[in-house]
């Protein structure tokens, strides 16, 4: 059975420091991952999404990129952390057979930035 | 930009009472409605989906929606609401070839034992 996993649950970080949060997937190949972020009172905001080893399309212009350097592996970071980037960062998964593929989330990391 | 928009913020109600949260989208073209359910501390998970045909969905756990096209809507219904639907639930669109899904704030559900 498919499996996703985040890293790390929670984290604290000063503003102006990097970030890198790490998601990764078991069971599946070639699946389509995704970044949102559900900050307060907000709801889940897309930002990043990619269908393949290098291939990322941003939704939202941020100081947050993402990366896919494995096929299972997908990377948020960003070098200079806002405080208006606290949130709650899911990672998702969707198979590729058609664009109807159902989403499926990991536990997610809370982020506060200080 | 497409939206969708989740009307109630917190919805509490007893055990047996029936529950409905409105869900609606903004898109003209074709649409796959979801809704997810996150209950507390565990992961955001699929409750059902529609893509097409019957309008009515059926779902995990005794939960219904009825997409109402005319109304741009997905509403989320259960007759019989227990202790351990408590959760937030949140309602989304998919458009696009890439399936990006656009989620509504959500909406916490309470119900009181």
């Known amino acids: 059975s498919q499996t996703i996993h985040q890293w790390p649950a929670t984290l604290v970080q000063p503003v102006g420091s990097p970030l890198s949060l790490e998601c990764t997937v078991e069971?599946?190949?070639?699946?389509?991952l995704y970044w949102y972020r559900q900050a307060a009172g907000r709801g889940l905001q897309l930002l990043f999404y990619?269908?393949?080893?290098?291939?990322i399309s941003s939704e939202v212009p941020q100081n947050l990129s993402a990366s896919r350097p494995q096929d299972r592996q997908f990377i948020l970071s960003s070098k200079k952390l806002l405080l208006s980037d606290s949130g709650f960062y899911l990672c998702?998964?969707?198979?590729?057979?058609?664009?109807?593929?159902?989403?499926?989330f990991g536990p997610g990391t809370r982020l506060l930035v200080l | 930009a497409q939206s969708v928009s989740q009307h109630n913020h917190h919805v509490i109600l007893s055990e047996a009472a029936s529950l409905e949260l409105g869900c609606n989208y903004s898109?003209?073209?074709?649409?796959?409605l979801f809704w997810y359910v996150q209950y507390p501390g565990q992961h955001l998970q699929l409750l059902l989906k529609?893509?097409?045909?019957?309008?009515l969905v059926k779902g995990i756990k005794g939960f219904e929606a009825e997409f109402i096209k005319s109304k741009f809507s997905f509403n989320l219904r259960k007759p019989s609401v227990q202790w351990s639907d408590t959760a937030e639930y949140f309602c989304?669109?998919?458009?696009?070839?890439?399936?990006?899904?656009?989620f509504g704030k959500g909406t916490k559900l309470s119900v009181k034992p």
């Open positions: 998702a998964w969707s198979g590729v057979r058609s664009w109807r593929e159902t989403q499926y």
């Open positions: 898109y003209g073209g074709t649409v796959n």
């Open positions: 069971g599946t190949s070639n699946p389509n």
């Open positions: 990619s269908v393949g080893i290098g291939q």
């Open positions: 989304a669109v998919n458009v696009g070839s890439q399936g990006n899904l656009i």
């Open positions: 529609y893509f097409s045909g019957d309008p």
